[in-house]
């Protein structure tokens, strides 16, 4: 397995303690394309943050691919991340001041890729993803279908393992988000990266193979989705 | 290296506001602190020059009016020195201390030259006195010894005492060689000096002797002046001081405390007082400055802070590509280092220009108070070492300032700082 998370447990202290994640066991495999769903406040985003290591846990065991992600530095947590994540947020997280180009460039700015070299895949990427010419666009010139296109090829551009997917449609109308979703399909069956998103919606969640659904800090059913019929306003579109 | 400035040009580029501010604050920090430090200069440049027209160990008697009653002798007599003050001066008693001795006696005259004509003061002195009072020779000689021996009747004029005597646009110089009249008898000029503006612009020079004589001035004589050694402090010269005028008081029989009797004008006490001055100076300014600077030092932390604030969420962008806390605090740091370099280097530049105009201007401008001429700055401005140091002061201290808070964000879980704002 990938990815593997036994007895996580998480608690928020702000005052009040709060117990998100009460002992999530869960294995997702290479090549999985699944949704972790829930309503707000479920802890399905402290989850991703987690699978993520952008957020430490208290208790438990979390594997990738073997190694135990637990009470890492910052500097080999970055190393986890750069390597074997690719992130794409809901609201995009593309730097300002930075060209499309330049923000896709930036995981392998941190691997110590060379300029002509990062230049070159970054534009590959954009490319892909029918971008290539607004590689030398600012965020702020661009949709948000756009955008995401961009935070999308930054998080392809180290060819990670896992791709984490945070609510990735939350800030774009039903098309885009329709496009943004059979994209990353395309990806998962083309190219066999694993991708987990974490959504709301059940249109979203119905465009993945595998559906988990976790309510109030605990797994519930993980619903096999292959044939693309789990919701009953999924089927078909994705509703706003 | 090349990534690192590309990353900082780009950032910089883009956030011209902010860079702008910092760079302001740096500037003028530093502007500020040159143009201070070399005013201040200026004015200690200044104070160096009005002071340094004095020999700085001579002194020089005068006789006043006795305070006291004393032997017999009622009070407000006028005491007059004579050639017995100066044996007591060159004698024994104060051997040890009192090196060269002259004397001088002055009396009033009606000089003219040809169709002009005032009334002056002839002053005869010794050759020695030049060396003393630091008279600077222009043209021609000054009194020689020959002068005194031979009781010729020779004059030296200071230029401004010369141009009274000229007719207006013509040279001081031309009257070298000349006769002028002076009581009646012809005296031949033999030099110019420099003018002296610490007195009136109608006295002259000329040999002790032949005033003496000429002008039947007996065993008067107007003041002693004199050179001494070994009195290093305020308390050594006072306890001298005392010794003197109780000596030459008696030698009148005037009260030996009495201390109006003779007035004993020291130039190295006033000296001394002057560098009291010059020192209490170059400390205020020395304070001023290091305070102006902690000035600099706290905008300069103070827009780092705020800069790293801003910037959390990119940090955590940053973070969550895979950027370590070491190289975000490098980027921080080269950043806010390259900003304050730059932009201390232009105030630097920006604060010597500033100097050199008020050399043109302001230090340009002599005021004459009391026919003193004063000059308000002389040669203001700083060393560029010290224009470097302090350059260099404030970026690595506005730096050290900004590696803390930058140091902190970069410790950040990525996810607290993708939640910032």
């Given at each position: 397995?990938?990815?593997?998370?036994?007895?996580?447990?998480?608690?928020?202290?702000?005052?009040?303690?709060?117990?998100?994640?009460?002992?999530?066991?869960?294995?997702?495999?290479?090549?999985?394309?699944?949704?972790?769903?829930?309503?707000?406040?479920s802890g399905k985003s402290t989850l991703l943050n987690i699978l993520g290591i952008l957020d430490n846990y208290d208790t438990g065991e979390y594997y990738i691919d073997g190694h135990l992600i637990k009470g890492l530095s910052e500097k080999r947590a970055a190393a986890y991340r750069n390597?074997?994540?690719?992130?794409?947020?809901?609201?995009?997280?593309?730097?300002?001041?930075?060209?499309?180009?330049e923000n896709v460039e930036l995981p392998l700015f941190y691997q110590g890729v060379g300029r002509r070299r990062r230049r070159e895949l970054a534009m590959q990427y954009l490319d892909k993803l029918g971008l290539a010419g607004w590689a030398s666009h600012y965020p702020n010139e661009m949709s948000g279908g756009q955008k995401q296109r961009v935070a999308i090829a930054r998080a392809l551009i180290t060819s990670p393992k896992i791709i984490l997917a945070d609510e990735p449609t939350g800030a774009l109308d039903s098309s885009t988000s329709e496009e943004v979703m059979q994209?990353?399909?395309?990806?998962?069956?083309?190219?066999?990266?694993?991708?987990?998103?974490?959504?709301?919606e059940s249109g979203v969640a119905n465009c993945t193979d595998k559906i988990i659904h976790i309510k109030d800090g605990v797994i519930g059913e993980?619903?096999?989705?292959?044939?693309?019929?789990?919701?009953?306003?999924g089927a078909g579109s994705i509703m706003k | 290296m090349r990534n690192l400035l590309h990353e900082i040009w780009e950032?910089?580029?883009r956030n011209k506001l902010r860079t702008c501010l910092t760079g302001f604050a740096v500037s003028w920090g530093i502007f500020m602190l040159i143009v201070l430090l070399g005013t201040g200069n200026g004015l200690m440049n200044s104070f160096d020059q009005n002071g340094s027209s004095f020999a700085s160990n001579t002194a020089s008697v005068s006789g006043g009016y006795t305070s006291k009653p004393y032997d017999g002798l009622k009070a407000g007599r006028r005491i007059r020195l004579n050639d017995g003050d100066l044996d007591i001066t060159s004698g024994e008693l104060f051997a040890g201390i009192i090196d060269d001795v002259v004397a001088t006696v002055g009396t009033r005259v009606t000089v003219s030259y040809r169709d002009k004509s005032f009334s002056g003061y002839m002053d005869g002195e010794y050759p020695a006195i030049m060396k003393m009072e630091k008279i600077e020779l222009k043209e021609g000689r000054f009194i020689n010894e020959r002068d005194i021996r031979e009781r010729r009747k020779v004059v030296v004029l200071p230029e401004s005492t010369a141009t009274n005597l000229l007719e207006k646009g013509k040279a001081a110089s031309s009257l070298v060689g000349e006769y002028i009249k002076a009581g009646g008898l012809a005296f031949r000029v033999v030099g110019i000096t420099r003018a002296d503006h610490g007195r009136n612009d109608n006295f002259f020079y000329a040999p002790f002797s032949t005033v003496k004589t000429?002008?039947?001035?007996?065993?008067?004589?107007?003041?002693?002046?004199?050179?001494?050694?070994?009195?290093?402090?305020?308390?050594?010269?006072?306890?001298?001081?005392?010794?003197?005028k109780a000596a030459v008081n008696l030698h009148h029989r005037a009260a030996p405390d009495d201390n109006r009797a003779l007035w004993v004008f020291n130039r190295y006490t006033s000296d001394l007082q002057m560098k009291k001055g010059r020192r209490i100076l170059d400390v205020a300014l020395w304070i001023i400055g290091l305070f102006t600077l902690l000035g600099g030092i706290v905008g300069v932390s103070n827009i780092m802070l705020i800069t790293v604030k801003e910037r959390t969420h990119e940090i955590g962008i940053r973070k969550a590509l895979g950027a370590t806390p070491g190289s975000i605090t490098m980027l921080m740091i080269a950043e806010s280092v390259s900003i304050t370099a730059i932009f201390g280097y232009i105030g630097m530049v920006l604060g010597m220009v500033a100097c050199s105009l008020l050399d043109k201007t302001v230090g340009q401008q002599a005021t004459v108070i009391i026919d003193m001429e004063f000059r308000m700055l002389v040669n203001p401005g700083v060393g560029v070492s010290t224009a470097l140091e302090a350059t260099a002061v404030l970026i690595i201290a506005g730096t050290l300032a900004g590696l803390i808070p930058a140091r902190k964000a970069a410790r950040v879980r990525p996810i607290e700082a993708l939640r910032a704002e």
């Open positions: 397995m990938l990815i593997e998370l036994k007895g996580i447990n998480k608690t928020y202290d702000n005052g009040q303690p709060l117990h998100v994640l009460k002992g999530i066991d869960l294995s997702i495999g290479a090549g999985e394309f699944v949704s972790i769903m829930g309503a707000s406040g390597s074997m994540i690719g992130f794409i947020f809901q609201s995009f997280n593309l730097i300002g001041f930075k060209t499309a180009v994209l990353l399909g395309n990806l998962n069956r083309e190219e066999g990266v694993t991708i987990i998103v974490v959504t709301h993980i619903e096999d989705n292959s044939a693309h019929r789990a919701s009953v306003f | 950032s910089v580029r000429v002008f039947g001035k007996g065993e008067e004589l107007g003041s002693i002046s004199f050179t001494f050694h070994g009195l290093d402090d305020l308390e050594a010269n006072e306890a001298f001081e005392k010794q003197y």
